[in-house]
């Protein structure tokens, strides 16, 4: 199969996320026949794998698919993965998580229980605010000028490829 623009500029943005950051993981779709990993990931529409700088061996990110012998439980595996195959990458385990989404590549199952999440999401009621106790009030009317500081929002950094 040809490789077309949008993978070859798929490979590139993963190189230099992968060289910037030295540990990344991919989210790959792993439900394709064209998927190499141990059978019993096939089937996986979001299986994530690690890629390390500190790895032994090589890892081939080419223009059409990313290539290695991965490790999985230990045991090597010679995968490879198509880039088409590839939705997501990120950095783990920091305050807040970088990454990037190809939304063209979400596997759809992804995409419908990202939206019944949305859903269910925006159908819970709110908690309903207790009625605040005379003093309380009385305490923040003294303290209008410096109010209660709020807790920081966590942000996240993954921005979507259309």
Same mark, same amino acid.
């Given at each position: #199969?040809?490789?077309?623009?949008?993978?070859?500029?798929?490979?590139?943005?993963?190189?230099?996320?992968?060289?910037?950051?030295?540990?990344?993981?991919?989210?790959?779709?792993?439900?394709?026949?064209?998927?190499?990993?141990? @059978? &019993?990931f096939?089937?996986?529409?979001?299986?994530?794998? +690690?890629?390390?700088?500190? #790895?032994?061996?090589?890892?081939?990110?080419?223009?059409?698919?990313?290539?290695?012998?991965? !490790?999985?439980?230990?045991?090597?595996?010679?995968? &490879?993965?198509? #880039?088409?195959?590839? $939705?997501? #990458?990120? +950095?783990?385990? &920091?305050?807040? @998580?970088t990454? +990037?989404? $190809?939304? %063209?590549? +979400?596997?759809?199952?992804? %995409?419908?229980?990202?939206?019944?999440?949305?859903?269910?999401?925006? @159908?819970?009621?709110?908690e309903?605010?207790?009625?605040?106790?005379?003093?309380?009030?009385?305490?923040?009317?003294?303290?209008?000028? !410096?109010? @209660?500081?709020?807790?920081?929002?966590?942000?996240?950094?993954?921005?979507?490829?259309?």
């Open positions: #199969m040809p490789t077309d623009f949008s993978d070859a500029a798929k490979a590139k943005q993963i190189r230099e996320f992968f060289q910037r950051h030295g540990r990344i993981y991919i989210v790959v779709d792993a439900t394709g026949d064209d998927v190499e990993v141990p @059978e &019993r096939r089937g996986d529409p979001a299986l994530r794998l +690690v890629l390390n700088v500190r #790895m032994p061996q090589p890892i081939y990110i080419r223009t059409d698919a990313i290539e290695s012998e991965f !490790s999985f439980g230990g045991v090597p595996y010679p995968c &490879r993965i198509p #880039m088409r195959r590839i $939705w997501a #990458m990120y +950095v783990p385990g &920091r305050e807040q @998580e990454g +990037v989404v $190809w939304e %063209r590549d +979400v596997p759809e199952i992804i %995409r419908a229980v990202a939206q019944a999440a949305r859903a269910s999401a925006a @159908e819970e009621p709110e309903p605010q207790q009625a605040r106790s005379e003093e309380e009030k009385a305490q923040t009317d003294t303290n209008e000028h !410096s109010p @209660e500081p709020s807790k920081p929002r966590r942000v996240r950094h993954l921005r979507v490829i259309k």
